[in-house]
């Protein structure tokens, strides 16, 4: 597989908001969820043949979850936003994962 410049943008943003989750440890519902963004961004890129016959599977699971990440943090989130503080890291981690989506969604006819 080739990367390009949205494949790129992809794992950048995948890595970020990953990042944001992870660096929320002592919760382990945010710990296990930036795991899954790392899982899931692995899948996308592995070169191995079972993963890249069902990418359009691997495809919607990655879009699927970051949808269903930004609705539960929708309803269940922490929407004060304090600069410096881990309320601030919720809006930052939504910020990545929109860019997420669209870079997922820039590949879709790729899939």
Do not use: C
């Not at 494949?7 to 899954?36: K, Q």
């Not at 996308?44 to 359009?56: A, G, I």
């Not at 879009?63 to 309320?87: E, N, P, Q, R």
């Amino acid at each position: 597989m080739k990367l390009s410049l949205r494949h790129y943008g992809m794992i950048l943003s995948a890595l970020a908001t990953s990042f944001l989750h992870i660096t929320l440890y002592p919760d382990i519902m945010f710990t296990l969820n930036g795991a899954g963004y790392l899982g899931l961004l692995a899948a996308y890129f592995m070169p191995m043949p079972m993963l890249q016959q069902n990418h359009k599977m691997v495809w919607w699971a990655m879009f699927g979850y970051t949808t269903l990440t930004i609705v539960l943090w929708l309803i269940m989130g922490d929407k004060t936003f304090v600069a410096g503080t881990d309320s601030a890291t919720g809006y930052y981690a939504k910020v990545a994962e929109v860019f997420l989506m669209a870079f997922l969604w820039a590949d879709k006819s790729k899939s």
